[in-house]
Every structure is written in C-alpha cells, then in structure tokens.
C-alpha cells in the first residue's frame, strides 16, 4: 500500500511538471514576440495585483469549506479533487477579475491564439471526464475520483474562453459607439 502511494505521488508531481512545461510552450505561442513572458502596462499590474488578492481570499474561503467538510466526514471528491478545487476557484476569481477590468491580455498578447488554446485545453479535458464517464471511472466508492480535476480544468477553460469572448465583443460595440460620435 505504501509503495502505491509513492508511485502516485511520483504520477501526480510527474504530471504537473509536464504541464509545467506545456505553460511555458504555450505563453511563448500565445505571445505575439514569442517572449515567455506576458507584459504589462502600470494600470493592469495594479488590476493583477488585486486581481490575485481576491484569488488568494476566494481560495482560502475555498480551503476552509473543503477543511469543514473534511471535519463533517462529508467527502464528495476525492482527496486530490478537492485539493484542485482550491487551486481552481482561486484562478478563476483571479482571471475573471482580470478579464473584467481589462488586466488580463498583456500588450504582447495574441488574442485569437489565447481563445484557440483555452478552448482546446477545455474541449480535451471534457474528452477525458467524457472517457472517464463511458469507462465507469469518474465515480470511485460514491465520490468523485480524481477524474475530476479533468471536469474543474473543463470548466476554468471554457469559462475563460466564454468571458474573454464576451469581454472583447463589449469592447468592440463601446469602441464602435465612440468612433461614430
């Protein structure tokens, strides 16, 4: 038992490492200088800035109600889920307040590559929860198993995609009001 613990654990750091190196691959695609880093003006570093204070707050109300229902004996997920979980709620409340107050495309930033990778990497995350369904997977002992990470990933990326989307066509009608006054 022990031994398949350390071969999870070696899985799991395994695989944020290659995702790790996937990021960077992709923040040197999504650039349009191919520049690994994304720049920004004073104004939207100030908006990041909060943008992750609320994200750091929004995780730790998300760690507190996973320690209480860890407390109440009430599992859901499992263990790793619920650990994701955190992670996710504190991203999107970073990248949405980022999205909404104009903090989030960076000045070297290629909008249209952005869309095309948050929607692939959400479109192959539901292919994984959808072969995790069909295998009988997703559900282990009445919880959700770690498959559902793949269905928290599935949500972030398309609700960054729908935000982004939505965001930019506002932007597009107040520039296009603007120009006609």
């Not at 750091?56 to 209480?68: N, R």
């Not at 959400?122 to 997703?138: M, P, Q, Y």
């Not at 009445?142 to 506002?170: H, P, Q, T």
Request: hydrophobic letters at 50%; charged letters at 20%.
């Amino acid at each position: 038992m022990e031994g398949t613990s350390i071969y999870r654990g070696a899985g799991v750091a395994t695989g944020l490492l290659i995702g790790f190196i996937i990021c960077i691959i992709l923040f040197r695609f999504i650039n349009k200088d191919k520049n690994l880093s994304t720049k920004y003006d004073e104004r939207q570093k100030t908006v990041r800035g909060k943008a992750y204070m609320y994200g750091f707050w929004g995780a730790m109300i998300a760690a507190i109600l996973v320690m209480i229902l860890d407390s109440a004996g009430i599992m859901i997920a499992s263990r790793l889920t619920t650990d994701f979980f955190v992670i996710f709620i504190g991203t999107f409340i970073q990248v949405t307040y980022s999205i909404w107050n104009d903090g989030y495309y960076g000045i070297n930033t290629n909008k249209k590559r952005f869309y095309i990778v948050s929607l692939c990497a959400g479109i192959a995350n539901l292919l994984s929860v959808i072969a995790n369904i069909k295998d009988g997977r997703f559900i282990d002992n009445g919880v959700i198993s770690d498959a559902g990470i793949n269905l928290l990933c599935v949500i972030l990326f398309l609700m960054i995609a729908a935000e982004l989307i939505i965001k930019d066509r506002m932007d597009e009608k107040v520039s296009a009001e603007e120009s006609e006054d």
